[in-house]
């Protein structure tokens, strides 16, 4: 239990310097907690995940939700480079910030509870930001609801 607190702390650690590099003065929609329960539902933040089939990185982010981000690119390179959804979204900063890119276009509330949380961004994550009012996934609900629980249960 303590190596995956560690590599979950990590994991925050990381989504933390990505909010921090590109966040710029915008504040972020999603918490980096959010973000580390995310990643954990959707891949299990395994290290090292690349493109298989039509998803890719730690968020499995598709072509289609990278450029309903605006399609942001590492260095400044061009969104047009054959390599630029590849290469972002297998980073995980950068593929951070196009989660963070997509909640803010596509944040709503998608379970009626009057706000607009985490809740609600795993939903759109998983069914897309004009489909979050379906059911999610048991797998990938269950997964992120526990994720939520073993970091409030270090909260305090």
Not at 34 to 61: H, M, N, P, T, W
Not at 89 to 117: E, K, S, W
Not at 118 to 126: E, L, M, S
Request: glycine share 10%; aromatic share 12%.
């Amino acid at each position: 239990m303590a190596s995956a607190l560690m590599k979950f702390s990590a994991i925050l650690m990381l989504f933390g310097f990505a909010a921090a590099d590109v966040g710029l003065a915008v504040e972020q929609p999603v918490t980096e907690v959010c973000l580390g329960c995310l990643c954990q539902a959707v891949s299990g933040c395994k290290e090292g995940l690349q493109c298989d089939g039509d998803a890719c990185g730690l968020f499995r982010i598709t072509w289609a939700y990278w450029a309903d981000a605006g399609k942001p690119t590492i260095d400044g390179s061009s969104p047009d480079s054959p390599d630029a959804y590849p290469r972002c979204t297998n980073d995980p900063r950068c593929a951070a910030h196009t989660v963070q890119l997509y909640m803010r276009r596509f944040g709503q509330d998608c379970n009626g509870d009057g706000q607009i949380d985490c809740y609600d961004f795993a939903a759109i994550h998983k069914l897309g930001g004009y489909g979050c009012k379906g059911d999610l996934p048991f797998k990938f609900y269950n997964t992120f609801n526990q994720c939520l629980a073993y970091v409030a249960s270090f909260q305090g």
